[in-house]
């Protein structure tokens, strides 16, 4: 296992992709997961700057891992809007050399789904699938609360239900948890689909709530209870014990404060556990 830092922990500070690229190097990240708004903005309006910086990725041992957007497939939405969306992300992915797009399943719980209206949402995600497969990417859906995979069950079912090869999952072990799964025996049913995964933490399910979109993209919106990984309610060190001989990124999000002191102090933990584990 490898671990990467979000762009999206940078949103709300004044820092360009070259530091973000150089930060990662200094501190031992061997990936970036690019939000899609700055994979954007970065091929509209610094595409010089981090074309150059792309090509040194490769010599600081550097990847991009993935971009994370939204890709709307609500029966309201223009869907054919969603499949212009789906295109672009295809091109700028190609640019940064990745195969990974991480969206999420919809904007409402599974429990609220009608029969036939997930149906749809199975047909609409069935068909991004095979347009990023002509890309030979990967959709990866994130566990993640108010969608079709915010629980264990429903989330095997889409899975099942879809059918399609280039459909995986971006695992962000809080939420499983928050589901009222177990962690590691979601990690394990869902094994034969990840491609990724998101740690974070928080210090009580009180907070769960800081975790909205709405409230992790509002500056001004409350950081309470978002706390290091290991000062955290989930027990990430037996999440690691089980993942860390797999092949995939770990992506650390951190929505809170003070984003390089926490990500590199993150780090150093990271990395001590992981030599009393290899040498214990």
């Known amino acids: 296992m490898k671990y990467s830092l979000c762009t999206i922990s940078f949103r709300h500070q004044l820092i360009s992709f070259t530091d973000i690229v150089q930060f990662a190097y200094e501190n031992g990240f061997e990936g970036i997961e690019l939000w899609g708004t700055h994979a954007q903005n970065l091929y509209m309006q610094e595409y010089e700057t981090t074309e150059r910086e792309l090509n040194c990725l490769k010599d600081k041992t550097l ?11 609500s029966l309201s939405a223009d869907f054919e809007k969603t499949i212009e969306k789906c295109e672009q992300l295809a091109m700028l992915a190609n640019w940064f050399k990745t195969n990974k797009i991480r969206t999420f399943a919809g904007k409402k719980g599974s429990a609220d789904f009608s029969q036939q209206e997930r149906q749809e949402y199975v047909n609409r995600i069935r068909m991004i699938c ?4 002509q890309h030979n990417m990967y959709v990866l859906l994130e566990t993640h609360p108010n969608t079709l995979t915010d629980t264990l069950p429903s989330t095997l079912e889409l899975l099942g239900e879809v059918d399609h090869p280039n459909l995986k999952i971006n695992l962000d072990f809080l939420h499983i948890w928050e589901s009222g799964a177990d962690p590691v025996d979601s990690f394990q049913r869902l094994r034969p689909w990840i491609q990724h995964y998101h740690f974070k933490n928080i210090s009580s399910a009180d907070y ?11 500056a001004a919106g409350s ?9 955290g309610i989930v027990n990430y060190d037996e999440i ?8 995939h990124f770990a992506s650390l999000e951190w929505f809170g404060h003070n984003a390089k002191e926490i990500l590199r102090e993150e780090m150093k933990v990271l990395t001590n556990r992981n030599l009393v584990v290899v040498t214990s």
């Open 63 to 73: 990847e991009i891992t993935m971009i994370s957007d939204y890709l709307d497939i």
């Open 130 to 133: 095979e347009l990023f497969a």
């Open 208 to 218: 769960l709530h800081v975790f909205e979109p709405n409230n992790v993209y509002a």
């Open 223 to 231: 950081r309470t209870g978002m706390v290091p990984l290991f000062e």
């Open 240 to 247: 690691i014990q089980e993942v860390r001989d797999t092949d």
